[in-house]
């Protein structure tokens, strides 16, 4: 034991703290290691995620979770609480557990499984042997000390009687021809058979335990088609082939009876848990035959000679990230990981693997299943600390992030998270960390950062209180690609105003891997024509109007280089996103409003209030936008009271002195651009003036959404174009075109890309075509989402949206009362995401679609779609006076969706209600998505709709914009606005406006 404790702590020690550049390639077993990061989630456990690159496979995303059996580490097997058609989620399993009080660190996918989601091998769940199919599968199993048990059981099932005695070859499975089967009430309330057969019915009291015996009686003989009931305490024998019947024939009502579970092998006497595989990998350490050559998604678990578990993961069918591995080259790897003993567990689809990173609360999964969501499946593997609890002290320091690869002269800013000696989460010292490099000298820290001097290779130890912990550091001389970007977005071509500053950023990746970067880690050059940028990429342009040239950035023996246009686009010099510039006085006040109806642009506008008085000429406030580059126009977007007044601007010229314009008459409703010409020299906007016009009114509010600064004569027109093409295969990946232009024809300022509600990170787009590629698994048989918003440079917004429901289920996967429908798909996919309120009738679910959704259900399922935090906003007085008769978790819900602005209420007989019993009309579920979106959508004429007419003032500009996004479609040419909506409507349009 102690030479397994000590070659343990050695390995770990090695993993923890590799010798060789943790993001730089190594070679190792037929593989190129691009990415190795090895992480400690409970004692002797130890996560690994490996990015490599196959010898013939390519791409590889492999993640280990191992640990050496001891009693504070207990594998669990988790199933549904019914064998047959039992599907069952891994976070549905982790919260089988945690209901339990039981701490899940993480957790793998496990049996192979038929159609009926039953498990086509063994499975014993908490000691109950609750599958049982070919004696020759191999199987991992587990005792009570968390003692590995790796082979064939030869677990037998026998029914004795006073006539004779029978063998159970099946447990719990579809029954099939020539066989005994045996089922209890962990597989159905039924046997679910419908060819003709044999049941005798055995009532014995007791679970079915490997090694154990129970008494019983026989209760009842069946034969025909019908199923025979299982009752509790009960088990059934079954057949539907003479010969078979033939072998318990012998069985007569009223029989007494022993049915005993016998071992072949006994150390499975006892398992706490087990379950079955398919395919034998490893044997005494040797890679055993396996014939299958398809290349997919894989897990497997093994065993060392040291006894070490292994739990393997590779993703899979997704080019360019990971290919999958075929069953030969699983058994290799398997090996090169010291298994002695190994064996596959179900792949594909169902590769999924979670772990909870060291010093967090909860597991997530850590791989990227094949079919784009999580799959249920017949079983998971769970792994539980089930170590006393210690005292709530911190023992460990863990920074975020571990493992860090960065250039030269790039700072590393680490936060942390911190365990207790049983490695369970606690709050981080409340002491000062210190940090201190380790073996030599490559950089230098300060407080929780690290500053990168020179290229090699760090440890980075941290210390506060009585924790400690270290991250590890690459610094690389060498990129592989390098880019410059502005706002977080590649910069192709960079258009600014004379003179303007800009702050230009670059990165670069290393073997696919983001490296960390500073503007200082790169050397800047600017051609003279374009003006000059600082050694930490400080750009300042020439103030010559057309000027062209490149700016460049060189590091890691890379250069990349964008074009520098000077003057074109407007410059947004005030948008009143980050609040006022001033209060103002009574005269004339400024405020920010977020009100979805009058903004125009983002989610604020200014909103200004005057009142003249009659010895007051004008009113007037300070303001406080900078203007650079001389611009020859200053242009706002203003929403008029049709005063008449006159607005003027107050301009600060670079020699202190003070100018006025004139920005016109406030003559007319609704928006305008209003425009000025400017002398070159102005600086700066200090003041807003309004003189009254002798025949408007004393009093008003008027709103300015934007100022802009204009090099051109005009202002350009129209909003960004987003056209998503046709998706074509490749590689067995979808691929959709995009084409996404603002009015110059260029990428827009602003593009957001989400495939099922994710952000789609690191697209390659062409700046001077708006053209890219998005790429996404092959989609499963279920809705998948698309969708695409683009905002230009002065905030005009469009957004195109694809959902498409590939293959229509027969039925839900989940929900009862929803197959093959046109809305299938919708509410599958809000089912998966947890969004829905289901009723249960009889075990089946019901979303009732048809049904009238109700204001409150409505609000539910926008909380849970934003993921609102509800504690966040506890505090919250509601207005409303029909709140007595809702729980805590309701009103709560309500606070959240009142304070965000989406609800107002509705007046009752003089009282403001929420009404949360009470229907909703499409007029009024238009308006509550519309109060979530910033503002800048084109609004869509709705003249082509037979009701446009009908529209209820208040949900005008909502619907407009809800068809101008391609959310709202209508039906046979009418948008209902009167009419409740149904819950299915609803699915539907939640879908395609928030994901």
């Not at 590890?472 to 977005?489: F, M």
Request: hydrophobic share 40%; glycine share 10%; proline share 6%.
């Amino acid at each position: 034991m102690f030479k397994r404790m000590a070659a343990w702590l050695l390995c770990l020690t090695l993993l923890t703290v590799p010798p060789s550049l943790a993001d730089a390639p190594h070679m190792g077993g037929g593989h190129a290691y691009i990415r190795s990061h090895t992480y400690t989630p409970a004692a002797q456990t130890r996560y690994t995620v490996n990015t490599l690159r196959h010898t013939a496979a390519g791409p590889e995303e492999e993640h280990i979770l191992s640990f050496l059996p001891n009693s504070g580490f207990m594998p669990v097997l988790v199933g549904s609480d019914n064998v047959y058609h039992g599907g069952i989620t891994l976070e549905e399993a982790a919260q089988k557990l945690r209901a339990r009080g039981l701490d899940v660190v993480g957790g793998i996918n496990g049996s192979y499984f038929n159609a009926d989601m039953s498990p086509i091998g063994l499975q014993v769940r908490d000691g109950i042997l609750m599958s049982m199919g070919s004696a020759w599968q191999p199987a991992l199993g587990f005792n009570r000390d968390g003692v590995a048990i790796y082979g064939t059981p030869g677990y037998g099932i026998s029914v004795i009687g006073q006539n004779g005695e029978v063998k159970v070859d099946r447990l719990n499975q579809s029954r099939q021809s020539g066989q005994v089967y045996m089922y209890s009430r962990d597989f159905s309330g039924t046997t679910r058979t419908t060819l003709d057969g044999m049941h005798v019915i055995i009532r014995a009291d007791g679970r079915l335990i490997p090694g154990m015996s129970l008494y019983g009686t026989v209760t009842r003989v069946m034969t025909g088609k019908d199923p025979a009931p299982i009752g509790e305490g009960e088990y059934v024998l079954s057949a539907n082939t003479a010969d078979a019947i033939d072998r318990f024939r012998f069985l007569q009502e009223g029989d007494d009876i022993l049915l005993s579970v016998t071992c072949a092998d006994a150390r499975w006497v006892g398992v706490l848990a087990a379950v079955g595989g398919l395919h034998s990998l490893v044997g005494e350490g040797q890679v055993l035959p396996v014939e299958e050559t398809v290349r997919a998604p894989r897990t497997a678990a093994g065993i060392t000679a040291d006894g070490e578990v292994v739990f393997y993961t590779v993703d899979g069918r997704q080019s360019g990230y990971s290919a999958g591995l075929t069953l030969a080259e699983l058994a290799a790897r398997m090996a090169e990981l010291n298994c002695v003993s190994a064996f596959d567990l179900d792949g594909g689809g169902s590769t999924v693997m979670s772990v909870r990173m060291p010093g967090e609360t909860a597991a997530k999964v850590v791989n990227r299943p094949s079919d784009g969501s999580l799959r249920r499946c017949a079983d998971f593997l769970l792994f539980c600390n089930v170590l006393p609890p210690a005292d709530g002290q911190a023992a460990h320091l863990f920074p975020q992030p571990a493992y860090v690869t960065m250039l030269p002269g790039a700072t590393a800013d680490f936060t942390f998270l911190a365990a207790d000696s049983a490695y369970r989460a606690v709050s981080p010292p409340a002491e000062p960390v210190t940090a201190a490099p380790i073996d030599g000298y490559y950089g230098f820290a300060n407080g929780s950062s690290f500053t990168a001097m020179q290229p090699g290779e760090a440890i980075v130890a941290f210390t506060a209180g009585g924790a400690a912990g270290t991250a590890q550091v690459n610094i690389t001389p060498v990129l592989h690609t390098v880019q410059i970007e502005q706002e977080n977005i590649l910069a192709g071509e960079l258009t600014v105003a004379p003179g303007q500053t800009v702050q230009l950023n670059a990165s670069g990746t290393l073997n696919g891997m983001p490296v960390l970067t500073a503007p200082s880690s790169f050397v800047w050059s600017a051609e003279w024509t374009v003006g000059t940028v600082t050694p930490n990429g400080l750009y300042t342009a020439s103030p010559e109007l057309g000027a062209k040239g490149r700016v460049t950035a060189s590091a890691g023996g890379l250069t990349a280089e964008i074009t520098v246009s000077v003057g074109g686009d407007p410059v947004v010099i005030e948008d009143f996103e980050d609040g006022v510039f001033s209060a103002g006085g009574e005269a004339l006040s400024v405020s920010v409003t977020q009100d979805a109806s009058v903004v125009e642009r983002g989610r604020s506008a200014g909103a200004f209030a005057y009142r003249f008085e009659d010895s007051s000429p004008s009113v007037s406030v300070a303001m406080n936008a900078g203007i650079n580059g001389s611009p020859k126009t200053l242009s706002a977007l203003v929403t008029g009271d049709g005063s008449g007044h006159e607005l003027l601007l107050e301009l600060t010229l670079s020699d202190g002195q003070k100018s006025l314009v004139s920005f016109g008459a406030l003559d007319f409703k609704g928006e305008k651009y209003l425009s000025a010409q400017i002398p070159p020299e102005a600086r700066s906007v200090t003041g807003l003036t309004l003189y009254p016009n002798p025949e408007g009114p004393p009093s008003g509010t008027f709103y300015i959404h934007q100022i802009l600064a204009l090099w051109m004569d005009a202002m350009p027109d129209g909003v960004p174009s987003v056209q998503i093409g046709e998706p074509s295969e490749l590689d067995g990946m979808f691929v959709y075109p995009l084409t996404v232009t603002d009015s110059a024809g260029r990428l827009p300022k602003n593009v957001s890309v989400r495939w099922d509600g994710e952000e789609v990170a690191y697209i390659p787009w062409d700046a001077q075509t708006g053209r890219a590629e998005i790429r996404v698994p092959l989609p499963a048989d279920r809705m998948h989402i698309l969708s695409v918003d683009a905002a230009d440079i002065l905030g005009r917004r469009s957004r195109a949206v694809v959902a498409n429901d590939y293959g229509r289920p027969e039925r839900s996967e989940a929900i009862w009362d929803v197959g093959g429908k046109w809305f299938t798909g919708y509410v599958d996919f809000l089912d998966e995401r947890e969004v829905l309120n289901t009723d249960l009738v009889f075990g089946l679910r019901y979303y009732r679609p048809e049904k009238e959704i109700t204001r409150l259900e409505a609000m539910v399922m926008i909380a849970r779609i934003l993921k609102l935090d509800l504690a966040a906003y506890a505090g919250t007085v509601l207005p409303f006076a029909d709140l007595e008769s809702l729980s805590e978790y309701e009103v709560s819900v309500i606070k959240a969706i009142y304070s965000e602005g989406i609800i107002a209420g509705k007046t009752v007989d003089g009282v403001l209600c929420v009404s949360p019993g009470g229907t909703m009309s499409h007029a009024e579920i238009f308006t509550i998505l519309y109060n979530t979106l910033p503002q800048g959508y084109q609004k869509s004429d709705l003249s082509y709709f037979a009701d446009s007419a009908t529209v209820p003032a208040f949900a005008l500009r909502a619907t407009q914009t809800l068809v101008g996004i391609q959310v709202v479609r209508g039906s046979e040419g009418k948008l209902g606005f009167r009419s409740s909506m149904s819950r299915a409507e609803a699915a539907s349009l939640f879908c395609r406006f928030f994901y």
